[in-house]
């Protein structure tokens, strides 16, 4: 296992100061390794996940070396010769396991911003004290667009938060945490070649949720009440002013009714295996408010925002990669794990084998269909691209 930086690197390096798993602790787990702590309803900070994974690391004798950074991958017989900053590799095959989320994902336009606006990444920005006084412009209300809006209004500093796509969830629902609902509802677990829209999944924004000990609901609802300030997708900069697209009502309503019929399903899945006494009665959340009248432009050169936040998401870094499995939106090619090469395998992307894969705990039954995978192809040599489902996976 090459890694560039150390163990658990994205954890210690890529994450704000104040930054919890919106996943509660039962649900964080790596194979063999449960949350056995005292607070399994709780999140951990970044600072536990480290430790989560290092605990893991030493507990199953991983062969990591550390500070190898691996600089390109290429076909070499009927295998790989792996060039890294400490040498070569020949190997049969290779697990790519270096990550989704590289790089945080900003548009082009942001090189169209005046220069007396800072601009910060999620992978810049560490806690509010770091900015200038003044205005903020968080652009993406998805998971980290969210949580940063909060903070950053609650530290004083008035907020406008740009509102794209996004998806809707109640911290909690029927009194038990909305992940407990997806897990025993099964949601988790729906496989990657039943889902009807694949690339839609897993291009999937991140669910509107934090994980606080209050178990607060962190909607665009409990941000207007908190003072932040609401415009629309954010299309393009002209003469230093950013330009908004209207339509909010329209974003608002398709996210509420989606996290609508999610809670529909919750219901039924209830109703259906009689699970109806264990938990609270069934509710729903208001709609999300439509602000009034919303900005459609801000003039960036006006001093009212000092600083944009981009939340507006992350993507994975292959330019190492030198094997052509990247399409042209630099995602890699890959049919639940296996790669479009053979012996090239992936793992740790997006709705990788099941809608879980995107989080920590959806690792184990990735990892042991794409092994399994693995190993039959060093057995046989057998190119195998095909699908694992044959594996149990
Ligand atoms: C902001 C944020 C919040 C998240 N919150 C949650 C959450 O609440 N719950 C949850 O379950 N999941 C969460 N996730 C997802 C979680 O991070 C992933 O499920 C998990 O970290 C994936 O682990 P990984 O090892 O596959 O990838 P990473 O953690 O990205 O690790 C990849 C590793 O590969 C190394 N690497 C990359 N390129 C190279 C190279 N060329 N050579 C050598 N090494 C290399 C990197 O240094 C890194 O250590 C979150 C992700 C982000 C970005």
Redesign the pocket.
Known sequence: M????EVA???RRE?WDS?R???PNWQ?RLPGLRYEGPDPDGYMTAGEVTELIERFAAATRAPVRTG???ISVRSAGDGYLVTSSSGEIACRAVVV??????RPSVPPFSGEVPASVEQLT?FDYRAPGKLPDGGVLVVGAS??GVQLAAELQRSGRPVTLSVGEHVRLPRTYRGRDVLWWMDTAGVWDQRYDELDDLNRARRLPSPQLV?TPERATLDLNALTAMGVELVGRWAMVRDGRALFSGGLRNVFSLADLKMRRLLDTFDEWARGYGRDGEVGPAERPPATRVPQSTRLQLDLRRGEIRTIVWATG?RP?YG?LDVPVVDGKGQLRHDGGVVDSPGLYA??LPVLRRRKS????GIEDDARAVVDHLVQHLATGDPGTGNVRSSGG
């Not at 090459?2 to 930086?5: A, D, K, N, P, T």
């Not at 995107?358 to 705990?361: E, G, V």
Request: aromatic share 12%; glycine share 12%; charged share 15%.
């Open positions: 090459l890694e560039r930086g690197n994205s954890w994450r930054l798993l919106l996943t964080s190898e950074n691996v396991a270096s990550g989704a989320c590289n999620p998971a980290t994980g992350y870094e190492w793992l740790g995107t989080f920590i705990h």
